[in-house]
């Protein structure tokens, strides 16, 4: 079985200042993981991914997460916050083992809603 | 380029109305999913589909119904049993298993609205 939390459902940064969207998973299996972007009215856009290569995963607009096994997080994190960073942010895992939440398996965090302050 | 196109992209239905929303894709994607999201409560998987003219039930289908007569085409139904079908709705599609390493596809969602 796997699971996500995303473990604030808001969070607020000033612009300019770092951002920190904090997700934690468990998974019976060797996870891959993700980070979408949802801006209002939109679809989910792929930030980045982990599959088990380098655990600092670098994605689009300069957003960045480690995988830490031992701590089972998942973490997003940007040093400069920008308005257009506005947006909902979805953790997501999969653990590649038996399909659980559909054909591929994927479950999805609650999401968190970033506001960026100017 | 290919994606996944979703249409319409706001809608209104009527108490007691079915509507249909469109979800097509050009990725020659096996999986199509159809995904609920209200605030605060995520994505909620309502059906999903791994081959044509084969579906299965997600954790919320109660009150919707779906059709995979072509690979590329995944509409859902929204029937008059649904009791609060107002949220805005996502379809999203993969190739099964590489999907647990790429993840889905999205479209740009409907939003439907009970008036």
């Known amino acids: 079985a796997q699971s996500v939390t995303q473990l604030d459902s808001h969070v607020s940064v000033s612009e300019g200042t770092p951002v920190l969207l904090r997700c934690n998973y468990s998974s019976s299996y060797s996870p891959s993981l993700f980070w979408y972007v949802q801006h209002p009215n939109k679809g989910l856009q792929l930030l980045l991914k982990y599959t088990s290569a380098a655990t600092l995963v670098k994605g689009i607009n300069g957003f960045e997460a480690e995988f830490k096994k031992s701590e089972t997080s998942f973490h997003l994190t940007k040093p400069s916050a920008h308005m257009s960073d506005a947006a909902e942010y979805f953790c997501v895992v999969s653990d590649r083992g038996p399909s659980g939440g559909g054909a591929d398996g994927l479950t999805f965090g609650k999401g968190t809603h970033l506001i960026i302050q100017p | 380029d290919g994606g996944i196109t979703q249409s319409p992209k706001y809608l209104f239905r009527k108490e007691g109305q079915n509507v249909t929303l469109s979800c097509e894709q050009n990725l020659n994607h096996d999986a199509m999913y159809w995904y609920r999201q209200d605030p605060g409560q995520g994505l909620r998987l309502i059906y999903y589909?791994?081959?044509?003219?084969?579906?299965q039930k997600g954790d919320i289908a109660e009150g919707y119904s779906v059709s995979r007569e072509k690979k590329e085409s995944f509409p859902l139904t929204v029937t008059s049993a649904q009791k609060n079908p107002t949220a805005f709705y996502l379809c999203?599609?993969?190739?099964?298993?590489?999907?647990?390493?790429?993840?889905?596809?999205f479209g740009s969602g409907t939003r439907l609205t009970v008036v």
């Open positions: 999203a599609s993969s190739t099964p298993p590489q999907g647990r390493r790429n993840g889905y596809t």
């Open positions: 589909s791994q081959i044509v003219n084969d579906f």
